[in-house]
């Protein structure tokens, strides 16, 4: 699944790449549309030129800010999942896409999130899937769910 081409330079990323929006946690975080899929790519600078890609079927956008505000966000008796479900899966387009509950998100003991894409091999390290991680704090901060609700329409 190498259909999409990786982004070597923000200052110049792949002209069918449409940036959508930027935010920044100590890494710096954009997402793209391309086709259809949301790339998401994430840097310890804003052009430092190394980049962790992430893809994403634009059709999971919307169930990915389900998961994430209702599945996982909420207790079970206000339409959350039960008590100790930490991890949510579901296929799009032939991909598996996966958002899991944490508890020390990036090491930093914050409560947060990770989605990571099972079909799909990261490009720095071919052992690893794609994933990225943010914190409840940052997801609220930026409006995230919202976001990502409105990416599954664009």
Same mark, same amino acid.
């Given at each position: ?34 086709? /259809?899929? @949301?790339? =998401?790519? +994430?840097?310890?600078? %804003?052009? &430092? #030129? ?15 800010? /389900?998961? @994430?505000? =209702?599945? +996982?966000?909420?207790? %079970?008796? &206000? #339409? ?21 509950? +944490? ?5 930093? #003991? ?45």
């Amino acid at each position: 699944m190498n259909d999409i081409p990786i982004v070597t330079s923000l200052a110049s990323p792949p002209e069918a790449f449409k940036e959508l929006f930027r935010y920044q946690d100590g890494d710096v975080h954009t997402l793209f549309s391309y086709k /259809d899929k @949301i790339v =998401v790519l +994430l840097s310890g600078e %804003p052009d &430092d #030129g190394f980049y962790l890609q992430i893809e994403l079927p634009k059709q999971a956008m919307s169930w990915l800010a /389900d998961v @994430i505000d =209702v599945q +996982l966000g909420k207790a %079970p008796n &206000d #339409g959350g999942l039960p008590v100790g479900t930490a991890l949510v899966a579901q296929e799009f387009d032939g991909e598996i896409i996966q958002v899991c509950r +944490l508890a020390n998100t990036r090491g930093g #003991g914050e409560p947060g999130f990770e989605v990571m894409n099972r079909s799909r091999h990261c490009n720095v390290d071919e052992d690893d899937m794609q994933g990225f991680e943010f914190t409840d704090e940052v997801m609220r901060a930026v409006g995230l769910v919202e976001k990502f609700r409105a990416l599954a329409g664009c």
